[in-house]
């Protein structure tokens, strides 16, 4: 099992920057796929990035390529959100989540363990 715990979030202007964190417990985070998604008000809950285990390969949603960047620090059981360019549409919850197996799964049911989650606020 992993339990996860994200941290980062806040209010920030349209344009602005945030980095959200996931810190991992347990010894075996090296071996797990993880994925952060977002849930805005009233909408369902959407991919946003993934990163494989060794952290050498990504994958994005079309609305956040090219602005966020998913990295992960094995040795301190961490996977970082940059966020870049931030638009009121990022406003949301975000959650980092932990699978075992292929890294290009989108879909949250995929993932077996979640955070608590983080608001971001972007202010037009």
């Known amino acids: 099992q992993v339990q996860l715990v994200e941290s980062g979030g806040g209010l920030v202007q349209a344009g602005g920057s945030l980095r959200l964190s996931c810190a991992a417990s347990?010894?075996?985070?090296?071996?797990?796929?993880m994925g952060w998604f977002r849930q805005a008000p009233g909408k369902e809950r959407e991919f946003v990035a993934t990163?494989?285990?060794?952290?050498?390969?990504?994958s994005y949603a079309d609305s956040v390529k090219g602005r966020f960047t998913i990295s992960r620090d094995n040795a301190k059981n961490t996977v970082y959100l940059q966020m870049d360019s931030l638009t009121p549409e990022d406003t949301a919850v975000y959650y980092c989540?932990?699978?075992?197996?292929?890294?290009?799964?989108?879909?949250?049911?995929?993932?077996?363990?979640w955070g608590q989650g983080t608001q971001v606020t972007v202010s037009s």
């Open positions: 989540a932990a699978r075992i197996g292929d890294y290009q799964r989108t879909r949250s049911w995929e993932y077996n363990y």
């Open positions: 347990g010894r075996t985070f090296s071996r797990y796929t």
């Open positions: 990163i494989d285990s060794s952290g050498r390969r990504t």
